[in-house]
């Protein structure tokens, strides 16, 4: 079993930036992929980027070249560093992570982005 627990949302205006962090219970290093989701209201929820266990990053279009994630093995973490915030990332950021066919999700931090 393996825990995770996101932290560092909060309110910022729309241009603004925040950290989150997803730390784990245990060790990362072996974890293929870690990823950032997010669900807003009454919408789905949504990709928002991966990293993989060699340092693979990839994003969702709606994202891209605003968001950056990454992953520090020795801290048993993996951020995702957002800019340029708009309204419309509003959201509960999750953190997943996939090891073989086992998946483990954290409860989520929320990002609010006030015009």
């Known amino acids: 079993q393996m825990w995770l627990v996101e932290s560092g949302g909060g309110l910022v205006q729309a241009g603004g930036s925040l950290r989150l962090s997803c730390t784990a219970s245990?060790?990362?290093?072996?974890?293929?992929?870690m990823s950032w989701y997010r669900q807003a209201p009454g919408k789905q929820r949504d990709w928002v980027a991966t990293?993989?266990?060699?340092?693979?990053?990839t994003y969702a279009d709606h994202v891209k070249g605003r968001f950056t994630i990454s992953r520090e093995n020795v801290k048993n973490t993996v951020y995702l560093q957002t800019s340029s915030l708009k309204p419309e990332d509003t959201s509960v950021y999750y953190c997943?992570?996939?090891?073989?066919?086992?998946?483990?999700w954290g409860q989520g931090t929320q990002v609010t982005v006030s015009s």
């Open positions: 245990r060790s990362i290093s072996s974890i293929q992929s």
């Open positions: 997943y992570a996939r090891k073989g066919l086992t998946s483990y």
């Open positions: 990293i993989t266990d060699n340092g693979t990053t």
